[in-house]
């Protein structure tokens, strides 16, 4: 199960990933230059996180504390960058018709962005919903009222 749910949340950034570049591409056809930065930053964020995820996961277990915390920092980084220019894209999707008159695509960049911007917030929220196994719970713990008794004086 654990895998599945992992495998989907990678997906969702996948997809998302492909909408944003997508949406980037179709713009620097039509539009030149001008409005991809940020459907081509966020793809380009959300793909550069598998990388500092995986280095992360490969640290976890060892003594490298400074690497461990880099990755973790990194991925964060870029995961937030990653969610805000998908944002941003999202916002600039409403004055397309304004910013480029030429644009003749039709391709309806509002769905693209807002289905981009709900399956960050499920990547980026359901892992921290996810039930994780404890291994301090897997142990059998004694309650509090069976150990002595503190005595004062």
């Known amino acids: 199960m654990h895998k599945i749910f992992f495998g989907l ?8 990933a492909g909408f944003q570049l997508f949406i980037g591409e179709e713009l620097r ?3 030149g230059h001008e ?16 990388l500092f995820n995986f280095l992360w996961l490969r640290t976890r277990g060892s003594k490298r ?15 937030t960058l990653g969610v ?4 941003a894209a999202l916002g600039q999707a409403q ?18 962005g807002a289905m981009s911007i709900l399956l960050l917030v499920f990547s ?3 892992p921290h919903a996810y ?5 301090k719970e897997d142990k059998k713990e004694l309650p509090l009222t069976s150990s002595e008794p503190l005595r004062f004086l």
């Open 9 to 16: 949340i990678s997906l969702a950034l996948v997809v998302t």
């Open 29 to 31: 056809k039509e539009c």
């Open 35 to 50: 409005l991809m930065l940020a459907p081509v930053a966020s793809g380009v964020c959300l793909l550069l996180s598998f």
């Open 65 to 79: 504390l400074w690497l461990k915390r880099a990755a973790i920092f990194s991925w964060t980084a870029v995961i």
């Open 84 to 87: 805000a220019a998908a944002g």
């Open 95 to 112: 004055v397309y018709d304004r910013a480029c008159p030429a644009l003749t695509s039709t391709t309806n960049f509002d769905v693209l």
């Open 124 to 126: 980026v929220a359901a």
């Open 131 to 135: 039930a994780k196994k404890n291994k």
